[in-house]
C-alpha cells in the first residue's frame, strides 16, 4: 500500500481541499476530523462504535502512554494498534504540548525538557530523539515532530525563542528517524505573529517532512486571531503535503479552516463536552442538564441519524446526566462524535460536487454565525437548540 498524501481537487470559490491520506492501515479520506483518544482509548466509546461511526484516523497522545502504561509495554502487548483494538490509522502528538503545559513543573533547556509527572512526581526528560523513539517504538501511522509550544499570551520574544528552538528540534527529529513505514510531520510554530509563522515554515519547508501541522493555536488568543492565522498561514504551505491543524475542532473552526485550505483537525472537545453535558447540534449547543428538558421526549436532533437520536429521549438523556450514569457519557459522546463527523462527511460530498462554499454558509448561518465574518453573529440569527 502506498504512504502519503494527494490532492484529489480545490474549490473554486474558497481554498478548500480534497484529498486522501494514505497509510499502512488504510486510507484517510480528508478533510477529515480525528477524535482524540489520549491514552489508547476515546473516552467511552469503544473501537467497535468508532467503527460504526465511520472513523478512519484517530489520535493518541506520546507524553501520556510513555508515562503509563510505558512503551515497552505497549510493544509487548504487540502495538498500539493491537494493544487498543483497533485496525485503522493512528497519529500520535509529539508529547511537546504536554509538557509545555506543565510550565511550572518542568526546564527546558536546548537538549529537552525535564519534566515532574503528573501521575508521581518522578522526573523525566524527554528530548526530540525520544519523543520520536517512542512514537516508533509505538508503531503509529502518522507521528509528530517533537516541538516547543508557547502559551498563547507569550510576549514576542519568548514565541521568536519557541520557534527558533522548534526548527532546530525539527531537523534533530528527521535525524532520528529510524524508517519510512509512518509519516513524520512537522509542527509550524510562532504564535500569531504572521512573520514568525512564516519564518517557521520556511525552516521546516526546507526539511524532508511529509505534512506539517499548525500548532500554538486555540491556548489562549482570541479566536479572531486564530482564524486571522490560519488564514494568512495555510494557503502558503505545502500543496502536495498534508495540512494538520492541531487541538481545534468547535464546527465553526472547522468550516472556516476547511475553507482555508486545511485538511486535518483533532480535538477533545466533543467528548469532553459530551460528558459535561454539552451536546452540538446544527442549530447550536445544547446542554441537556436544563431542567426544560426534563419531560421532552424529543431526541436531541430529530435531522441526527445517530445511534442517540434514533433511539433516546432529552429527558432520558438528562436523567442519565444527572444521576452520574456511565451510559451518558457513551450516548453523548456518540452524538457529539458523529455529529463532527458527519459535518466533515457533508464538506466531503459538498467538494465533490462543488458546492463547499454554500455548504460552509449554511451550516455557519445556522449556528448563527456570520459566513462572510465568522467573528460576527448573523444579523438574522435563527432559534439556537439550546434556547427552544
Keep these: 500500500m502506498k504512504i502519503g498524501f494527494e490532492v484529489l481537487g480545490e474549490d473554486g470559490a474558497t481554498r478548500a481541499r480534497r484529498g486522501r491520506l494514505h497509510t499502512l492501515h488504510g486510507t484517510v479520506e480528508t478533510p477529515v476530523f480525528m477524535p482524540v483518544g489520549t491514552q489508547a482509548t476515546v473516552k467511552g466509546v469503544t473501537p467497535a462504535q468508532l467503527h460504526e461511526l465511520g472513523v478512519e484516523i484517530l489520535l493518541s497522545n506520546t507524553y501520556h502512554l510513555y508515562l503509563r502504561p510505558g512503551p515497552e509495554v505497549v510493544h509487548a502487548l504487540g502495538g498500539l494498534h493491537k494493544m487498543m483494538g483497533w485496525d485503522r490509522a493512528i497519529l500520535t502528538d509529539s508529547g511537546g504540548f504536554q509538557v509545555f503545559s506543565l510550565r511550572d513543573l518542568s526546564k527546558i533547556d536546548e537538549h529537552g525538557v525535564t519534566f515532574a509527572s503528573h501521575l508521581d512526581g518522578s522526573r523525566h526528560l524527554l528530548t526530540p530523539e525520544k519523543s520520536i523513539a517512542i512514537q516508533e517504538t509505538l508503531g503509529s501511522d502518522v507521528i509528530m515532530a517533537f516541538d516547543h509550544c508557547p502559551p498563547g499570551q507569550a510576549p514576542v520574544p519568548e514565541v521568536r525563542a519557541a520557534m527558533e528552538r522548534t526548527a532546530r528540534w525539527a531537523r534533530?527529529?528527521?535525524?532520528?528517524r529510524t524508517n519510512d513505514r509512518y509519516q513524520l510531520f512537522g509542527i509550524v510554530q510562532g504564535g500569531i505573529d504572521l512573520d514568525l509563522r512564516r519564518a517557521s515554515l520556511a525552516d521546516l519547508t526546507a526539511l524532508p517532512f511529509d505534512g506539517y501541522a499548525l500548532g500554538g493555536l486555540s491556548v489562549g488568543e482570541s479566536r479572531a486571531a486564530t482564524w486571522s492565522t490560519i488564514a494568512a498561514v495555510t494557503p502558503t504551505m505545502p500543496v502536495d503535503k498534508a495540512r494538520y491543524l492541531m487541538g481545534v475542532g468547535t464546527p465553526e473552526d472547522l468550516l472556516v479552516s476547511v475553507a482555508h485550505g486545511v485538511d486535518m483537525f483533532d480535538c477533545v472537545l466533543p467528548t469532553r463536552n459530551a460528558r459535561n453535558g454539552r451536546l452540538l447540534?446544527?442549530?447550536?449547543?445544547?446542554?441537556?442538564?436544563?431542567?426544560?428538558?426534563?419531560?421532552?421526549?424529543?431526541?436531541?436532533?430529530?435531522?441526527?441519524?445517530?445511534?442517540t437520536c434514533r433511539n433516546f429521549s432529552r429527558g432520558y438523556l438528562r436523567h442519565l446526566s444527572k444521576a452520574n450514569e456511565i451510559l451518558f457519557a457513551t450516548l453523548a459522546s456518540l452524538h457529539n462524535l458523529h455529529y463532527l463527523l458527519d459535518l466533515m462527511r457533508g464538506a466531503r460530498a459538498a467538494l465533490d460536487a462543488g458546492t463547499f462554499a454554500s455548504y460552509r454558509a449554511e451550516h455557519l448561518l445556522r449556528r448563527g454565525v456570520d459566513p462572510d465574518d465568522p467573528t460576527r453573529q448573523a444579523s438574522s440569527t435563527p432559534p439556537r437548540a439550546a434556547e427552544v
Excluded at 534533530?172 to 532520528?176: F, N
Design 172 to 176: 534533530r527529529c528527521i535525524d532520528a
Design 281 to 307: 447540534t446544527a442549530d447550536g449547543d445544547l446542554n441537556i442538564r436544563n431542567l426544560k428538558h426534563r419531560t421532552d421526549d424529543r431526541p436531541i436532533d430529530a435531522a441526527c441519524a445517530c445511534y
